[in-house]
C-alpha cells in the first residue's frame, strides 16, 4: 500500500521547484554551498537527494540543518503542487521537514 506521494525527483521538477527561493532556506549557509554546485549536482544519474536543496515532496526531508522552518513555506505556491495534486496529502507544506503522508486515501500519484 502506497500512502506517500510520489513526486518524480528529477531534473525537470528541479527546475520548477521554489524551494530555493524560499524563506526557509534562504539563510542557509548549507543550502547557498549546494546552489553554487547544482549544474553538477544535476549532471548526476540519478539525482542525489543530498546534493540538491530542493523537489523535498519527492526527495524526502532537507539534509542542510540550518535551514528555518519556522519561516514562512512556499510549497503551496509552486506548481510541482497542483502537479502532483499535493493538496490531497498532509502536511501540505514545509516538505523540507516533513515527508507528505495521503491521509485521504492511497492514490498514487
Excluded at 554551498?33 to 530542493?54: C, F, Q, R, T, Y
Amino acid at each position: 500500500m502506497q500512502t506517500a506521494v510520489s513526486v518524480h525527483f528529477v531534473s525537470t521538477n528541479v527546475s520548477k521547484c521554489l524551494c530555493f527561493r524560499c524563506p526557509v532556506q534562504t539563510s542557509s549557509q548549507c543550502v547557498s554551498n549546494k546552489v553554487m554546485e547544482i549544474k553538477e549536482a544535476l549532471s548526476k544519474h540519478p539525482l542525489v537527494h543530498e546534493d540538491i536543496p530542493g523537489v523535498y515532496c519527492g526527495a524526502g526531508v532537507a539534509t542542510c540543518s540550518d535551514i528555518k522552518p519556522e519561516y514562512e513555506c512556499m510549497c503551496g505556491k509552486c506548481v510541482i503542487f497542483p502537479e502532483y495534486k499535493l493538496f490531497n496529502f498532509q502536511p501540505m507544506g514545509h516538505y523540507c521537514r516533513m515527508v507528505a503522508q495521503n491521509n485521504i486515501d492511497n492514490r498514487k500519484f
